[in-house]
């Protein structure tokens, strides 16, 4: 069994624990505690592949977000989490991708973003068209407007996440292998046909016993041209 470790972020009260206990457990909490860490732990199958998934339920809130960036360091993927009834958790989410971007130093980065809440239709002051804005800026990250008071959307977007640091760890360990096969192939064409060969090597050895005598004899005879006797030589 993998594992994969999970980060939900975003701005506070935008329903990141909401959606997190939806996932794992299936129910949906009414009440509004601000988070300061959960881990939840899920077992789950995906494409046919057993798969353990950690998933840190981050802070919203300013004054227990101090921890973020060792929460983003050990993460695999992430779910970036705004509300469609909040204009600027939206814009939070922009500052915090960078971070993410910065501290994994690379824009290969396994992340689904959730406009949540989407039940909440008067309240809406986000439409679908501004998260798809949003996903096209960043070179179309999954998108995915979610209801964790219905559950919709909610499997989706984890297992896509988790889809995502399935096929990069496949990628990367891919392009290993074809790393490992090119050093191997540069070893072999770098050895002399000596070492590669066991029978040319025998037959080199015997060629070069049987004509050192003579090319001792040859260096010793004054009588042979010069360019005869060089030639005994490198054998
Ligand atoms: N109508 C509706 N309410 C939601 C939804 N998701 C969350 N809520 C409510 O929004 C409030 C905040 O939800 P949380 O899940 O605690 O939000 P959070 O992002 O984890 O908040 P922090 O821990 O402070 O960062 C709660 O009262 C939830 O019941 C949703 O999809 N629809």
């Not at 959307?153 to 996440?161: K, P, R």
């Given at each position: 069994m993998r594992d994969y470790k999970i980060v939900v972020l975003?701005?506070?009260?935008v329903g990141k624990s909401s959606v997190t206990v939806q996932f794992v457990q299936g129910v949906y909490v009414e009440s509004y505690d601000p988070t300061i860490e959960d881990s939840y732990r899920k077992q789950i199958?995906?494409?046919?592949?057993?798969?353990?998934?950690?998933?840190l339920d981050t802070a919203g809130v300013a004054q227990f977000t101090a921890m973020r960036e060792l929460y983003i360091k050990s993460g695999k993927g992430f779910l970036l989490v705004?509300?469609?009834?909040?204009?600027?958790?939206?814009?939070?989410?922009?500052?915090?991708?960078?971070q993410v971007l910065r501290i994994k130093d690379t824009d290969n980065v396994p992340m689904v973003l959730l406009g949540n809440k989407c039940d909440l239709e008067e309240d809406r002051v986000l439409s679908i068209e501004?998260?798809?804005?949003v996903s096209q800026d960043w070179g179309l990250v999954p998108f995915y407007e979610t209801s964790a008071m219905y559950k919709t959307?909610?499997?989706?977007?984890?297992?896509?996440?988790v889809r995502q640091i399935m096929r990069k760890e496949a990628a990367i360990s891919a392009e290993k292998k074809q790393q490992k096969e090119q050093q191997k192939k540069l070893q072999e064409n770098t050895k002399s046909p000596i070492e590669i060969n066991g029978d040319i090597n025998?037959?080199?050895?015997?060629?070069a016993t049987t004509k050192?005598?003579?090319?001792?004899?040859?260096?010793?005879?004054?009588a042979k041209p010069k360019s005869q006797s060089k030639c005994c030589t490198i054998m």
């Open positions: 975003g701005a506070g009260g199958e995906i494409d046919g592949r057993a798969c353990d998934l950690e998933i705004y509300s469609v009834t909040d204009e600027n958790s939206l814009k939070e989410l922009l500052a915090l991708r960078e501004d998260g798809v804005k959307n909610v499997d989706e977007a984890f297992i896509d996440v025998k037959e080199k050895v015997s060629e050192t005598p003579r090319a001792k004899q040859s260096a010793i005879d004054p």
